[in-house]
């Protein structure tokens, strides 16, 4: 399944003076898929993971081509933790969770964005 096939709603967001264009996974299907096999992401682009319930919600980097910067936000739209990942070479692929639960997951390119914990999102009511 390709990610196009599953992340078919869009949304804009806003960060703090940022503003992102991303594509929204609300599946199962859809969040494993996430943005495999992409061979670049532009700066202002990038993929929410929705899920529907908080919990300590683990990615991996599985058949990724790029790094990422990756931002967990709990139900209330603020950042909880950060981390910057690199595409997984290994088998099986390890998973990264923090230690706080998340509502959502968001992935960008990685790039700086203007974005740290206890930050704000947006223009995320529930898809």
């Not at 709990?74 to 290994?90: K, M, Q």
């Not at 992935?107 to 223009?123: A, M």
């Amino acid at each position: 399944m390709l990610a196009a096939e599953v992340a078919a709603a869009e949304r804009d967001v806003t960060i703090n003076a940022a503003r992102y264009r991303i594509e929204l996974a609300t599946t199962a299907a859809a969040r494993q898929v996430g943005l495999m096999h992409r061979q670049s992401l532009p700066a202002d682009r990038g993929m929410l993971l929705v899920y529907p319930r908080d919990g300590e919600h683990a990615i991996w980097m599985k058949n990724m081509r790029i790094p990422l910067r990756v931002y967990w936000i709990d139900a209330d739209y603020r950042v909880v933790a950060i981390r910057r990942l690199e595409p997984c070479a290994a088998d099986p692929c390890p998973t990264f969770r923090p230690a706080v639960e998340s509502r959502y997951v968001l992935e960008l390119s990685d790039r700086e964005h203007p974005i740290d914990v206890g930050d704000r999102l947006t223009g995320l009511r529930a898809p």
